[in-house]
């Protein structure tokens, strides 16, 4: 049974909570709550939050599960400000 906490609240695909188990992430942070339910419904979101609130797994794990396998090309482009923060996403 699932918490109000749990990953599977946002409303992600079986295999991409599977890979946020395998890869230790049990709960997701207080940004990831409140943002990722509006980017998978559809809206555009700004987020502001603090170093290391876990932003970059709010854009990177909804466009993985926005991303349609079977699609052909580029399917999204993520623009940052600096190398420093591309890396980072990288």
């Known amino acids: 049974m699932s918490s109000n906490n749990d990953f599977r609240e946002l409303g ?4 991409i909570l599977k890979a946020l188990n395998g890869m230790g992430f049990e709960e997701p942070t207080e940004v ?3 943002a990722i339910p509006h980017i998978l419904s559809g809206e555009d979101v700004i987020v502001m939050s ?3 609130s876990g932003k970059t797994a ?3 794990v909804s466009l993985l599960q926005m991303t ?3 699609k052909p090309g580029p399917q999204c482009l993520i623009l940052e400000p600096t190398r ?3 890396v980072q996403v990288d």
Do not use: I
């Open 50 to 52: 603090k170093t290391g």
């Open 32 to 34: 990831q709550k409140k």
């Open 58 to 60: 709010v854009f990177g």
């Open 12 to 15: 992600l695909s079986e295999p």
């Open 84 to 86: 420093e923060l591309a």
């Open 68 to 70: 349609d396998p079977e």
